[in-house]
């Protein structure tokens, strides 16, 4: 959805809502009247749907932007309130200071509503592209194994010298090492490239190395020797960041026009969300969206917003998830009372747009992180071996289904075992790492790759032709072979072999998974350092 479409949208929304508000201020007020004009029996019903559409009108009023009647809402709620609780019934007076009140509201909602304008937003710019990232390297006599390693990745790498200015070129990463680049040098240089996202070496790893690596704005900082798989994983996540699926809230309300309003101020930035007015049909948004997060209305008919965590937190598939609540209760006891039954935080309504934006995003990138921590491989970071096996399953029936190709890769390091006796099991882990990077880093963003074992990588390529399959993971081979790695100041090089099979001409998945591996075996009985393709049966 184009910008200006989802603020047309906003706009139009605010219009109705204003409509809603209008009607419902004025039977509030028409309310009020008939109790202060009762001169016995005042039921205490009537006071608490009274108090409830000022509930919602406290919460929601602000986010169309009438903050004033939000809180001038909010404190005859919070009146009425006591006098619920309260066992002294409210004189007439009261009451009818209470239905000026509420007129006086209704005229303001007038006025402000004939003078609104819709206010413009926030811009969220999600970048892409595909050209290679560019990585500028200031190391001095390092410079250049570095400027080989990650060009070995496939980035466009060049080295950053102190005559030489990139103001031209625009990298979207300088590495830069504080401890052989003269401070004053680099940080001239850097200013030439505001867009560059910086990394900081260094051989100090003390607090404040750090601390000062953080002023300088470094978005990374890695100590000598630097463990080049955890540095190429970084700035994969650093400029993947932007790229990745959007976030996926649910929101769970009973105000339709409140949550469209939430929903599309979380789309114009870029995250996706479902609304959900009925509570009961929270399991099945659970299951049909897996949201990262959850945002619910604590006053809700049929189900209040604490029930409704507690019944979420039931199933352990959801455990991971954060559950929000939205909420107009502003009194903090009430808050934490909901917050002690069960969900992990508070947001008040009414709540300003970047406000919303900005804790949903910090709370859906944490329970993102962690689902990914909880199916990844801890070494590499890969998909561990039932996810990645699951995968499978999901492309063989999907090229079922609709007749398209996937191929399935099976990768095994070569003499790996002697990696590990030669150099040490840490050198191994290190080989493990690389070439899980490599991986990552060369194949497609719709590719799996998934640890399958020790030293065996599954590769799971869709919409991906047996030729083509067979060619990428070649080009690979080629590079992992020249890659140089370095144990105790020694280089040397490895290679892997690997088998390709596609969901064509082998099915169910089991057997898919079972040619790879012979045409793995073949390669290896082929001699090593090479691809083979399962031939169909
Ligand atoms: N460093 C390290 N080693 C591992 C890990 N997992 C398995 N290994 C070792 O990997 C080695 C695998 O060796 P083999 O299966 O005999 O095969 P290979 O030496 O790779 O030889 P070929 O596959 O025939 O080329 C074993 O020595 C395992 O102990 C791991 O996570 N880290």
């Known amino acids: 959805m184009q910008d200006s479409d989802i603020q047309a949208r906003l706009a139009a929304l605010k219009a109705q809502y204003s409509q809603r508000l209008g009607e419902d201020l004025q039977t509030l007020t028409a309310q009020a009247r008939e109790l202060s004009a009762r001169q016995s029996g005042l039921d205490p019903a009537m006071l608490e749907v009274l108090k409830q559409g000022l509930h919602r009108i406290a919460g929601s009023a602000g986010t169309f932007g009438y903050p004033e009647l939000s809180r001038d809402a ?20 009261m009451l009818s200071a209470l239905h000026d009140r509420l007129r006086d509201s209704y005229r303001l909602l007038a006025t402000t509503a004939a003078a609104a304008v819709a206010e413009p ?15 500028a390297v200031m190391a ?16 466009d790498c060049r080295a950053l010298s102190a005559e030489r200015s990139f103001r031209e ?50 978005h990374g900082f890695f100590a000598h020797p630097v463990d080049v798989p955890s540095l190429e994983r970084h700035l994969r996540q650093l400029v993947n960041l932007p790229q990745q699926d959007p976030y996926r809230v649910l929101i769970v309300d009973d105000d339709l026009e409140l949550a469209e309003h939430f ?17 009961r049909d929270v399991l099945r948004g659970l299951r049909d969206f897996v949201p990262d997060l959850v945002l ?69 990138q944490r329970s993102r992180q962690l689902s990914l921590a909880l199916a990844r491989d801890g070494l590499t970071g890969l998909i561990k071996h039932p ?19 996937a191929c399935v890769v099976m990768i095994d390091i070569d003499r790996f075992k002697s990696i590990n006796d030669t150099y040490g099991h840490g050198t191994g882990d290190y080989v493990i790492r690389l070439l899980a990077n490599l991986l990552r880093q060369r194949l497609r963003r719709v590719d799996h790759v998934g640890r399958y074992g020790g030293e065996e990588f599954v590769a799971v ?27 105790a100041r020694e280089t040397f090089n490895v290679t892997f072999s690997a088998g390709v099979a596609s969901t064509l001409d082998w099915q169910p998945a089991e057997a898919l998974l079972e040619a790879a591996d012979r045409a793995m075996y073949d390669a290896k009985q082929g001699g090593r350092n090479q691809t083979r393709v399962a031939v169909a049966p």
């Open 74 to 93: 909010r404190e005859m709620e919070m009146w009425l309130q006591t006098v619920i609780e309260s066992a002294a019934a409210p004189t007439p007076p």
């Open 121 to 135: 937003q926030a811009g969220y710019d999600l970048a892409s592209g595909d050209r290679p990232i560019r990585i």
């Open 140 to 155: 001095d006599g390092e410079t250049d194994a570095l400027v080989h390693s990650l060009t070995g990745f496939g980035y």
């Open 169 to 218: 070129w625009q990298p979207d990463v300088a590495i830069v090492d504080t401890a052989r680049v003269d401070s004053v040098t680099w940080r001239d240089r850097i200013a030439d490239m505001p867009q560059a996202m910086l990394i900081l070496l260094s051989d100090d790893t003390g607090f404040d190395a750090r601390l000062q690596a953080v002023r300088d704005g470094a």
């Open 263 to 279: 929903r599309l101020t979380l789309k114009g930035a870029g995250i996706e969300s479902r609304v959900i007015t009925a509570p």
């Open 296 to 364: 619910i209305d604590i006053n809700m008919p049929g189900c209040s917003g604490p029930e409704l965590a507690r019944l979420i937190r039931f199933d352990d598939d959801w455990l991971r998830i954060p559950l929000v609540y939205l909420s107009a209760e502003s009194d903090v006891h009430r808050q934490a009372q909901a917050l002690a039954q069960a969900g992990d935080d508070f947001l008040v309504k009414p709540i300003a747009d970047v406000a919303l934006v900005a804790a949903v995003t910090a709370r859906a």
């Open 387 to 405: 996810a990645i096996k699951e995968l499978i399953e999901i492309e063989q029936a999907r090229s079922e289904r609709t007749g398209s190709e």
């Open 461 to 487: 390529l869709p919409s991906c032709s047996l030729e083509h399959a067979r060619e990428a993971i070649e080009r690979i081979r080629v590079s992992f072979s020249q890659l140089e790695c370095v144990a």
